[in-house]
């Protein structure tokens, strides 16, 4: 888990900081790949999440859960807190993926410079993801939050965040 965090810190922060002339994002991914293998340390019901990312659309562990980093960071960047409590209420290990656990306040810092969509394309395209996977990530995002008992009301606001389809 602490290595998916530092790999997710890293993308993140260098996407976000870096002037454009001195990134050179194949090297980033090539280097991200290297370091991590695709045996993504996720805990807790997250764990389940990630892998019916994996299965659903054929991402890896390591896309899977730095993509739902990245929507679930906007979410607790935008939503009132009690709304974001309800969802890492009712899922074991949210937090942790958020950079919540033990060595990740890098992550964590990152995660919460994901402050709109543009930062979620970004961050999705450092994992090698095409900025229309947002839109793949969603639905099963929320339909694995509702069967974990999340209310209607903050499913709608993630609805509404994320610009996701019923």
Known sequence: ???????????????????????????????????????????????????????DLGVSPKQAAGGTAA?????????PADQFSGITDKVPGISELLGGGEGGGLAASALSQVSNMDSVLKAFSSLGLSPDMVAQFAPTILKFLGNEGVGTNILGSLQGLWGAAG
């Open 1 to 55: 888990m602490r290595t998916i965090l530092v790999i997710l810190t890293a993308t993140i922060l260098t996407s976000l900081y870096s002037p454009a002339y001195a990134f050179d994002m194949g090297k980033l991914k090539e280097s991200a790949s290297n370091a991590v293998d695709d045996g993504v340390m996720v805990t807790g019901d997250a764990k389940k999440l990630v892998e019916s990312l994996t299965g």
């Open 71 to 79: 929507m679930l960071a906007l979410a607790k960047n935008q939503l």
